[in-house]
């Protein structure tokens, strides 16, 4: 499992470990901030590199190992 803190994932890189549509290398490009500044954060918007498609996902399914390596490999 990937340690991760929530406020430094913008702009980290991910390679999805069964790649979907040629989409393997992913950029996170923006931390969902939550409605109230207190609460924490639940999603990150993430870009495939070779297609420019954006998809958002909870940020704590970048802490599975059979599902993500940080990282371009």
């Known amino acids: 499992m990937n340690s991760l803190n929530p406020k430094k994932l913008l702009l ?5 470990v069964t790649p979907v549509a040629k989409q393997k290398h992913f950029l996170v490009s923006r931390v969902i901030q939550p409605d109230q500044p ?5 999603s990150v918007e993430i870009e495939a590199v070779f297609s420019k498609a954006t ?14 390596r940080q990282g371009w490999v």
């Open 38 to 42: 207190s609460d924490p954060i639940e």
């Open 12 to 16: 980290s890189k991910w390679t999805a």
């Open 55 to 68: 998809q958002t996902i909870a940020w704590r399914e970048l802490q599975h190992d059979s599902v993500w």
